[in-house]
């Protein structure tokens, strides 16, 4: 397994990281874009209530305004990551950064809450697209050495600055202009990232020339995940022994076992190689980014709901208050970088998640009338730091050992995961916290439900952590 700063000795350097191309504007390219994916997940989270009475969602509904964004990234990212590899990554980026940037626009013209759903999903089939493009890229682009511990040093910054600052943009953006810039904060940012994308990224070969994608794995795959959410969410109306219940979970899991069939059976290429989970970093690695992807879109939906409707504090400054996690993440992500150059990547990802989870749990201790100090600001710090530090260990290890020709895969495999996690962590865990909360709803109830949602989210890093310590081969510190 390589390691976080360590060479790829068993990888040969991509075909495709093509001579004469621009490495820093490729690695602005994908900052931009990584920083606009992950800040998407969580902008909206703080303007929830407002979209909430603007379009008339309901209680339940309105997690999908989350759901319908998390479902189809998750559930076409392999496609996106075979589409880079079949098709060049350069292309497929382009592609998905018009579709983003267009569904963004659409969406903050939404005028009922099927409109605003609908282009959400829109933004996760651009985002399932352009993610694992642009991470293929920075992956051939800085095969090993210390340019290449930087790059995804930069990348995990990146990376945790947009879903952390994501919610305090949303919120000044909520209450100084309205919930409809959640939506239309990205256009600019996709429109930068085609401009530096079409200048400093060179048009590439594919490195795979098989049969085309599998369209009916994806098809499959994500409407087996929509399934297996939906049945969830809708426990609030249908107990889990109930006919519509049983029945809709026993359609998801059809059509996913369905998925695996067809993915060990295709004549063509499948859309991801079964034999790559033989690869124990693969696997231990999206084990734990589903754990982290459930715990973290959690426990983002529960501090901002706590902060407005327990707390009854406004949009924007509830914003500013996940300041001190944001620049926790983005301190976390830079000691990640210097401790890479002298620790194995899994001792990182162990001790990251320990910390996150510390931190979470702590979290959970919110009450009623709690204030900033004691509920926000020391957790925020532990937890932001704890998730800094995983981040670019995790990226690293889950493309360790893997063929040029799958990194697409591999890297659209590890942002499916995290997706997907999120979806169905929000789905699992709002249930519960629902749940708790009960028919009466007071201050005292909502912080009931909040709180068992951040402990389950503290419980859920923890396993990732155990994850990451049993799969994970050992490996030495690097050279």
């Not at 400054?317 to 996690?325: I, Q, T, V």
């Not at 990802?349 to 910390?355: K, Q």
């Not at 495999?413 to 629902?434: E, K, V």
């Amino acid at each position: 397994m390589s390691n976080f700063g360590t060479r790829s000795k068993n990888r040969p350097p991509d075909a495709r990281a093509v001579p004469g191309g621009r490495p820093g504007l490729t690695l602005a390219t994908v900052a931009v874009v990584q920083f606009m994916v992950s800040l998407d997940l969580s902008v909206v989270n703080v303007g929830l209530p407002e979209i909430a009475a603007g379009l008339g969602f309901g209680a339940v509904g309105l997690t999908w305004v989350i759901h319908a964004y998390a479902l189809t990234f998750g559930g076409l990212l392999l496609l996106g990551g075979k589409a880079a590899d079949r098709y060049g990554r350069r292309q497929v980026l382009l592609l998905g950064l018009g579709l983003f940037g267009l569904a963004s626009l659409l969406g903050g013209f939404a005028q009922e809450p099927g409109h605003l759903v609908a282009a959400r999903a829109a933004q996760g089939i651009g985002a399932a697209a352009l993610a694992p493009a642009a991470l293929a890229l920075l992956a051939a682009t800085f095969p090993e050495g210390r340019a290449r511990v930087k790059a995804f040093g930069v990348w995990s910054a990146m990376n945790a600055a947009g879903g952390a600052l994501g919610v305090l943009i949303g919120g000044l953006l909520t209450e100084y202009a309205g919930w409809r810039w959640v939506m239309f904060v990205n256009v600019p940012m996709a429109a930068g990232a085609l401009a530096l994308a079409w200048r400093g990224v060179t048009a590439d070969r594919p490195a795979s020339r098989g049969g085309r994608p599998d369209v009916l794995g994806a098809v499959l795959a994500t409407a087996g995940m929509t399934l297996l959410v939906f049945g969830v969410v809708r426990t609030d109306q249908y107990a889990w022994t109930s006919p519509v219940t049983l029945g809709t979970l026993a359609a998801a899991v059809a059509l996913l076992a369905a998925f695996v069939q067809v993915e060990r059976t295709t004549t063509r290429e499948p859309l991801v190689r079964l034999g790559l989970f033989a690869n124990r970093s693969v696997s231990g690695a999206n084990a734990c980014n589903l754990l982290i992807g459930a715990a973290m879109a959690s426990a983002f939906y529960f501090m901002s709901l706590y902060l407005q409707r327990v707390l009854e504090i406004g949009p924007a400054p509830a914003g500013l208050m996940f300041l001190p996690f944001a620049l926790a993440v983005i301190a976390g992500s830079v000691l990640a970088v210097k401790l890479g150059y002298r620790l194995p990547a899994r001792t990182l990802l162990v001790a990251g998640g320990l910390v996150t989870a510390a931190g979470f749990g702590w979290f959970g201790l919110i009450s009623p009338d709690g204030g900033f100090a004691t509920d926000v600001l020391g957790p925020s710090v532990i937890a932001g730091t704890g998730f800094g530090l995983c981040l670019g260990p995790l990226v690293s290890i889950a493309t360790a050992g893997v063929a040029p020709r799958e990194t697409g895969t591999a890297s659209g495999l590890l942002n499916s995961s995290r997706q997907i996690g999120a979806s169905l962590g929000l789905a699992a865990l709002g249930t519960a916290a629902h749940h708790r909360t009960g028919g009466t709803v007071t201050p005292e109830t909502l912080n009931d439900g909040y709180a068992l949602g951040l402990t389950l989210s503290a419980a859920l890093l923890a396993a990732a952590a155990l994850i990451a310590l049993t799969v994970l081969r050992r490996a030495d510190p690097p050279a």
